[in-house]
């Protein structure tokens, strides 16, 4: 599975933007995904996940309510819905899969794409 994020770029705070998360191959049912960010100087850190039975999903508590999570299987396509945006949340947005893991650990993922910058001014 290879992993394209895209729909990065530069907003005002308050404002909105979608990144997709386009895979060679979702089969679906069989892959959690997950979305992770690195801001300048700071950790990794995973933003929500989703397994891949759909049957829960984790969100960090600073983006609970403002950002979400969803899956289109059919066009091997994950989105990541951004409202409400603030400066804290720019930083290096990534994607990932895992037909077994869909925890917060960046590293245990089997398949992990290339970021998309997202900048929020204020």
């Keep these: 599975v290879q992993l394209q994020a895209s729909g990065g770029g530069l907003v005002q705070a308050g404002g909105s ?3 997709s998360c386009a895979a060679s191959e979702f089969t679906s049912g069989h892959y959690g995904v997950g979305w992770f960010r690195q801001a300048p ?4 850190e995973a933003v929500c996940s989703i397994m891949a039975t ?6 960090l508590d600073s983006v609970r309510g403002r ?3 969803s899956r289109d299987d059919a066009n091997n396509t994950v989105y990541l819905q951004m409202n409400s945006l ?8 990534y ?3 895992d037909p077994h893991y869909t ?3 960046f590293e245990l993922y089997d398949f992990r794409g290339q970021g998309t910058q997202v900048t929020v001014s204020s």
């Excluded at 100087?41 to 990794?44: D, L, N, P």
């Excluded at 759909?54 to 969100?59: I, L, Q």
């Excluded at 603030?86 to 947005?93: G, L, S």
Aim: net charge positive; proline share 3%; aromatic share 14%.
């Design 17 to 19: 933007l979608r990144l």
């Design 41 to 44: 100087g700071k950790e990794r």
């Design 54 to 59: 759909g049957s829960r999903t984790y969100y």
């Design 67 to 69: 950002f979400s999570l």
């Design 86 to 93: 603030k400066p804290e949340d720019t930083a290096i947005y």
């Design 95 to 97: 994607c990932t899969a």
């Design 103 to 105: 925890g917060t650990h």
